[in-house]
């Protein structure tokens, strides 16, 4: 079964440190891999994705995701986290027609 | 504010009902994707129409169906409503029939069948 997976429900950092939200994915072929975030209460914003090319990808925020087709990762990442940046973030993969999201991992950003 | 508006924003209705969710696109744009977001299930895409058209067609059961109008507006219609229907339900659009296209989403409908 294809699926998405992020392996972690929450991730916690302090202000300042870097941050990696991983992923990793089951979908066959070249699937398309892109990253989203969620604010309470709000639907879901676009931060990043990564169709071919360079395996480092930058997106909004200062976001970046890089990708690893050995380990079938997307790893999000941030050099600096703020406490703006706590959300859910979400993954996913899109290949033949579909769309498959991971569980989501909620991320919490101290000051 | 992604442009793209969803109503009504909470509904509650019974089981065995039928609701009409309802999504109007960003300017412009002529795709428009449903979601649905549950505790159980976690984000699942639904079903895609570009320009009126039906594009694509994910975990969408079959009590559920949608429709894109030639003002490209969309609705998500959902029949003999379940208890497990119970989710936030998201439309997003774009601006072609490419998925890789950003997908900019609407607030949601936040759904409660009782």
């Known amino acids: 079964a294809q699926s998405v997976a992020q392996p972690e429900d929450q991730v916690n950092v302090a202000e300042g440190n870097p941050l990696t939200v991983k992923c990793t994915y089951s979908?066959?072929?070249?699937?398309?891999l892109f990253w989203y975030v969620q604010y309470p209460n709000r639907g879901l914003q676009f931060l990043l994705k990564?169709?071919?090319?360079?395996?480092l990808v930058k997106g909004s925020y200062g976001f970046e995701a890089e990708f690893n087709k050995s380990q079938t990762s997307f790893h999000l990442k941030k050099p600096s986290a703020l406490v703006s940046d706590s959300a859910l973030y979400f993954c996913?993969?899109?290949?033949?027609?579909?769309?498959?999201f991971g569980s989501g991992t909620k991320l919490n950003v101290k000051p | 504010d992604s442009g793209v508006t969803q109503t009504p924003k909470h509904l509650i209705t019974a089981t065995g009902q039928r609701v009409t969710l309802r999504c109007s696109p960003r300017s412009g744009d002529l795709s428009v994707y449903w979601y649905q977001q549950s505790l159980d299930q976690g984000l699942q895409f639904l079903i895609q129409?570009?320009?009126?058209?039906?594009?694509a067609k994910g975990n969408i059961l079959e009590r559920f169906s949608a429709q894109q109008f030639p003002d490209l507006h969309s609705e998500l219609n959902l029949s003999s409503l379940e208890l497990g229907d119970s989710a936030l339900y998201f439309c997003?659009?774009?601006?072609?029939?490419?998925?890789?296209?950003?997908?900019?989403f609407g607030p949601g409908t936040r759904l409660t069948v009782l």
């Open positions: 979908v066959s072929g070249n699937p398309y």
């Open positions: 129409y570009y320009n009126g058209e039906e594009r």
């Open positions: 997003a659009s774009s601006s072609s029939d490419t998925r890789t296209d950003t997908q900019y």
């Open positions: 990564y169709i071919t090319g360079d395996n």
């Open positions: 996913a993969a899109y290949n033949f027609n579909k769309f498959y």
